[in-house]
């Protein structure tokens, strides 16, 4: 249905988006995760027809949308980072302007917009001025926007960034609805690892322009099939134990967070008798070992040596 080719854009001679391929197919859910400044925007921009891009192209349907934007477009429903609403104007006013700007027919405007009042559930608040609402709310109204039109593919930038919980799970269930029932392709980009677990059937992992893993859930587990990610304490703090465990070949990664120590070993490398020995050596005793499975956050940590919010 859309598939990316080879796509970069430069600011002044400095890539933000570095030759990255990907597609959607009809009823895809997707997920493009990577942390701040990654490049998920400005991908965004490009494949929604908002930007250029300097190389690389989009194609829908078979058909460069570089060239020919027009069709994609019909089909798009876009809701980007920032919220743009009149905050004079009620929920209900908003999204008859919005449902103007998508040249959704006359006829049909009254039902969508109590259609999408219902869906993002605001109906009972649709008469309130957008200017009294929480973050979470403008946002609720905003995903509204570009829902009027029934597009078939929905693209949202980050929509759930500084809003509160209830308005999270709102958007989130919304979302998977919007996918598994209607058919909706959506394409979703976040730094929350959970939102993109809970979402999306595959992934794509994007880091300083690149990208750098896709795929299932699963395919990306599989990259760390052969590690484990272990949690310890010790009855005492000790650099000299940590700075050890650092330089062991086993362990691939050892962050510290309060008294407990994370690290990431290589399956069946006893661990434990390691680390029970390294504790010893430097005067302190392991009270808790416990193996974790890894998470997705694991694979990016182990893929780029960072964790997605540093
Ligand atoms: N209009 C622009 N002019 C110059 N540099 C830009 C512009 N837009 C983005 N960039 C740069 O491109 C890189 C990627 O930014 P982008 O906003 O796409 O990342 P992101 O993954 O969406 O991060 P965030 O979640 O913070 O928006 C960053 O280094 C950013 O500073």
Redesign the pocket.
């Known amino acids: 249905m859309l598939e990316v080719f080879k796509l970069c854009?430069s600011?002044?001679g400095?890539r933000?988006?570095d030759e990255i391929n990907l597609y959607l197919d009809e009823g895809d859910s997707v997920g493009l995760l990577?942390?701040?400044?990654?490049?998920?925007?400005?991908?965004?921009?490009m494949i929604s027809t908002l930007?250029k891009p300097t190389s690389g192209d989009i194609k829908f349907n078979g058909k460069s949308t570089v060239e020919d934007p027009a069709a994609l477009r019909k089909v798009l429903g876009v809701v980007p980072?920032e919220i743009a609403l009149y905050e004079e104007l009620s929920a209900y006013e908003n999204l008859k302007f919005f449902g103007k700007i998508y040249k959704v027919e006359k006829r049909l405007l009254e039902e969508r917009i109590q259609d999408v009042l219902e869906l993002v559930g605001l109906k009972d608040r649709q008469k309130e001025i957008v200017k009294t609402f929480s973050g979470g709310m403008k946002r609720r109204v905003n995903i509204g926007a570009a829902l009027l039109h029934q597009p078939k593919i929905l693209i949202l930038?980050?929509p759930t960034?500084g809003i509160d919980p209830q308005s999270r799970t709102h958007i989130l269930e919304m979302v998977r609805l919007m996918n598994e029932h209607s058919g909706t392709t959506v394409l979703y980009?976040s730094?929350y690892m959970e939102e993109v677990e809970q979402l999306c059937k595959r992934v794509y992992i994007?880091d300083h322009?690149k990208i750098i893993a896709a795929g299932t859930k699963a395919e990306l587990m599989s990259i760390l099939s052969n590690e484990d990610k272990i949690q310890i304490q010790l009855d005492r703090p000790s650099a000299p134990f940590v700075e050890a465990i650092k330089g062991l070949n086993n362990i691939h990664h050892v962050e510290t967070n309060e008294e407990t120590i994370r690290l990431i070993t290589s399956r069946g490398s006893n661990a434990l008798g390691l680390l029970v020995r390294e504790a010893e050596k430097a005067g302190a005793e392991l009270i808790n070992y416990q193996v974790d499975t890894p998470s997705l956050e694991d694979v990016f940590l182990h893929l780029t040596g960072r964790t997605l919010r540093d």
């Open positions: 854009k600011y002044k400095k933000a988006v990577g942390p701040n400044g990654a490049g998920k925007s400005t991908t965004i921009s930007i980072q930038d980050e960034v980009t730094h994007m322009g």
